[in-house]
């Protein structure tokens, strides 16, 4: 079965379309050889600047021969029916056969489509998989370029290699015939190479200084480029997305260390780095010490005679004029101290519904303050939380950030510390963003922690106030991944408060929401926000912890007592039952309780919990978390229970009752001081009395009122068990 073998050329390739294109090749050759019935094995698809290749190993020389047959509607059937029939299958009335079908006759359309040559298919999906490429971006040239149903490439296409076996495919696309014939490199070997097939095109490409395999480029670059930084006594700072890069762009690469004037190292690290890497692609280095060195490393496309010095030579002289304006921006900026620098951002629009950027700021610097002065937020100083919140966002309008978006926050904290503000400011302005993203590092600084807080719920809280919520896949102000940051800066902190009360402050800072201002419909939108976003973060929540393992029936199981908005609480307690339920004592307490649960649904058993709120007491659900008030409602539960009883209960009943009476308020104290494995195990010391319950006691007995009594009980026992989590949630 012979190997089929793609090779489309054209002008350069941009680097980061060269991934995409490799995938778009192989989904659209498949595509086309399924349709036509063509079983495809194993597809290799390369990459290099010029040229997507691809090689289909084993293909059979011709398709099979296919006989289809379609069923249609009776004989005795309308016309019109056998006339949409006809018009289905494409043939005509005599084409068609009789055959009965369960006593009826019936037309049957048959269609046999003797096998095709493979090489007629593929000179056919050639061309159709040029033209239904979806390159982000194409164009078209020449004189074709006139008519609009012209070829689109990415770049013009100069060659078609295809290749069956050892025979040509013929085929044409947009002018440009397929044929034996590609070029070597640009420099190298500009002249025609003639490829023989699938089995030597490598080969053939690599002795013209064409490495077509862009993982082999890829591994060069890394290897090589280390390998020149340590020939220097120097450290290659690792970029992947630059190795990849580096590899897109070349055919032949060949790394090259060089050196930078000294003079530049006075500019922030990450300036330097950054107008390497995104201006010219190159890597940097550091010293043993692990700070930044005077080098880099490009990425030649050729063996040079000299060795590289002149490519060396002309990349330094490039890189040194963008080094700098760098240090131009760098200079500039720190003559004007931050404090005057935000007095722009009144310019600035954040949004037309919330003001400009320096509205939000003067909201952040309050709430800054307020999480640190409420105790939220501890050893915090107030005055530096809001001085940093306030200085926060001045960099945005610094050359250097307009120059390069990537280093707000960062050049900040650069600017804060020349100027001699406190560390702690300083350190705040720069990290104040994070978390940005799933894996990045959270801040613990406690006057960090109060800035970044502070400006993710003002951010929350302002765009849900005026409606601006996540949609389905739309996010278009990032808030789910404001609410994350968020959620970690809370859990990660361990900062205790409850959500609403947070959000409920930070909704006050917005224009005519103050406390004092509100009428009756603002309050009520104040607390729909407060409400939403409580929810928006709680289903964030459930989908971050299912992701990191944690099972989502337990999740559900403690998310369903509703009522509570402490997240570390929250999370605490979704811990210990997953630890609890992972034991034996833990499965066993599960199946009673679904035992227990299934009675009562199908008794449609309600009469305890009604009971009991009836009697004047405060509903002892609602206050299951006060370790005050746990006890007596335990021991009025159980006092009602006994009063009711008309008949000497059964050992494993007197069992159940007198557990129940000890593990209720052991549970309830243990929750209310966030002692949640406690709580377990105060529920395990039900598994052995329920079993025994169901086991020695009859529940729908005969007599009424032991059969009530032992429901209540049943019911009691559900009731405890739910004050700890909602186990009708937990999946056997």
Known sequence: MPDFLLELRSEEIPARMQAGARADL????????????????????????????????????????????????????PEQALAGFLGKVGLTKDQLEVREVKGKETWFAVVERPGRAVAEVLAEAIPAIARAFPWPKSMRWGAQSLSSASLRWVRPLSGVVAIFGEDLVPCEIGGVRSGYATRGHRFHHPDEITIGGAHDYADKLRACHVLVNHEERQDIVREKARAAAAEAGLVLVEDEGLVIENAGLTEWPVPLLGRFDEAYLE?????????????????????????????FVCTANIEAHDGGAGVVDGNRKVLAARLSDARFFWDQDRKVPLAEQAKKLERITFHEKLGTVADKVERVARLARWLVEEGIVKDADPDMAEQAARLAKADLVTEMVGEFPELQG????????????????????????KPVGQGDEVPTAPVTVAVSLADKLDTLVGFFAIDEKPTGSKDPFALRRAILGLAALVLQNGLRGEFRKLVLSSYEDFPGHRAHDLTHDRYSDRMRVADEILAFAIDRLKVQQREAGVRHDLIDAVFALGGEDDLVRLLARVRALQAFVETEDGKNLLAGYKRAANILRKEDWHGLEGEIAQTGEEDPLAMVDDPDLAPVIAAKMSERHAHELSYTPEPAE???????????????????AEDFEDAMKALASLRAP????????????????????????????????????????IEN
Not at 269 to 293: H, M, W
Request: net charge negative; charged share 30%.
């Open 26 to 77: 192989e989904r659209l050759f498949r595509k086309e050889l399924d349709a036509a019935g063509v079983a495809c094995g194993a597809v290799t698809v390369w990459s290099t600047p010029r040229r997507l290749a691809l090689i289909a190993e084993g293909l059979p020389e011709a398709t099979e021969a296919v006989r289809e047959e379609t069923k249609g509607p009776a004989t005795s059937a």
């Open 267 to 295: 500019v922030p690290p990450e300036v330097i780095q950054l107008t390497a890497r995104v201006n010219q692609k190159y890597f940097v280095c550091e010293d043993s010490a692990g700070k930044l060195a005077n080098a």
């Open 410 to 433: 960062l050049m900040g904290g650069y600017y804060a510390r020349a100027e001699g503000l406190p560390d702690a400011v300083a350190d705040a302005i720069r990290d104040h963003y």
């Open 654 to 672: 007197k069992a159940l009752l007198e557990a129940l009476d000890k593990a209720e308020p052991e549970a309830a104290r243990a929750v209310g």
């Open 690 to 729: 329920i079993d025994a319950f169901f086991d020695e006691v009859t529940v729908n007995d005969p007599d009424p009122d032991k059969r009530h009594a032992r429901l209540a009980l049943l019911d009691r026992f559900r009731v405890a068990v739910h004050n700890v989590a909602d186990f009708s949630r």
